[in-house]
């Protein structure tokens, strides 16, 4: 008797009317990062963060979970509650990548992660250690293939964008380099500093003030015409690297079974903000372009680049760690 009562309570819940249901959002919205503070996600989503908890009627309370590449803070929020007050703000590496790169992930982003919206887009620029003595790609490559095996690379972890950016790299310019691991690019900039890896591929907003600094030194972008925040810089098609493209973007997305009127609802407010001048205008003075699309644009892009990556994840021989 009592089960069927349990049961009768719940339908009659579910078919309320849509005047009838407690208003969201009523509390304060989790917006998780699974890398550290100060990183470039962090840094894009506290630019979002700031309109958007306005915009929703509510506060965004960006909580940092880094760890594995990504993959820890990301498995997290596809556990979590579907009922709209948690979010991720992620990098592809955790979406399109992971499964395909690290035994017993834990979660399975096409099932479990519904598409919010895509937020932005960077290039990624490759820098190196200024005591290696390369001023251009050639000598980089010249030195690599001196120094086969002994030089170190640093991503952002297994699967990043940073990291298959390089496996391709050393495909295509047959080199030999270590990968290194990291937390995030801060992390990475430190272990260049320290002399522990000599290259990195790297988001600009990170990178390019330590090479104003003098501290790294820029060779060449990943985007396939020069980027518009980085007309200085020449691509690796121009320096004889045919259509190679490589670059970074950030994602909004929520458990799967997350009404679909609220991933609407955040999606729209997503696309309104990044439209604006004033977030268009700080997302490029992080060389971020703002993007913002809707749920369906998202999938669609994650489709592609997990088709396209994973034939570089074949062609380069990354194996599951």
């Known amino acids: 008797m009592q089960r069927r009562q349990f049961v009768v309570a719940t339908a009659a819940a579910v078919s309320l009317p849509s005047w009838a249901?407690?208003?969201?959002?009523?509390?304060?919205?989790?917006?998780?990062v699974p890398f550290p503070a100060g990183s470039s996600p962090d840094l894009i989503a506290r630019v979002l963060a700031e309109p958007l908890g306005p915009a929703l009627g509510t506060t965004i309370v960006?909580?940092?979970?880094?760890?594995?590449?990504?993959?820890i803070g990301t498995g997290m929020v596809a556990k979590a509650e579907p009922d709209g007050y948690t979010l991720l703000f992620?990098?592809?590496?955790?979406l399109v990548t992971a499964p395909s790169l690290v035994k017993n992930l834990g979660y399975d982003p096409q099932r479990e992660l519904a598409p919010v919206s895509l937020v932005a887009t960077s290039p990624n620029v490759l820098v190196v250690d200024p005591k290696l003595g390369a001023a251009t790609l050639a000598d980089f490559v010249r030195v690599a293939k001196e120094r086969r095996g002994q030089l170190n690379y640093g991503s952002v972890g297994n699967g990043s964008a940073s990291h298959l950016a390089m496996e391709l790299f050393k495909t295509r310019a047959g080199v030999d380099l270590v990968h290194v691991p990291n937390q995030g690019f801060p992390q990475i900039v430190n272990a260049i500093l320290a002399g522990q890896v000599q290259a990195a591929f790297m988001v600009p907003g990170i990178a390019?003030?330590?090479?104003?600094a003098?501290?790294?030194?820029?060779l060449g972008v990943t985007t396939l015409g020069r980027a518009a925040s980085l007309p200085e810089l020449p691509t690796l098609v121009e320096q004889g690297y045919r259509d190679f493209e490589a670059i970074s973007w950030q994602a909004v997305l929520a458990p799967a079974q997350t009404?679909?009127?609220?991933?609407?609802?955040?999606a729209r407010e997503i696309v309104r903000i990044v439209k604006s001048d004033e977030v268009r205008t700080k997302m490029l003075a992080q060389y971020f372009s703002a993007a913002g699309t809707?749920?369906?644009g998202l999938a669609g892009l994650m489709r592609s680049e997990r088709e396209r990556w994973a034939k570089v994840i074949r062609a380069a021989g990354v194996q599951p760690e």
């Open 90 to 94: 992620t990098i592809q590496g955790p």
């Open 208 to 212: 390019m003030g330590q090479v104003r």
């Open 294 to 296: 809707a749920p369906e």
């Open 259 to 266: 009404p679909r009127p609220i991933v609407d609802r955040v």
């Open 214 to 218: 003098g501290r790294l030194r820029a």
């Open 62 to 71: 960006i909580e940092n979970r880094p760890g594995a590449g990504g993959n």
């Open 21 to 32: 249901r407690p208003a969201w959002p009523a509390r304060p919205i989790k917006l998780v």
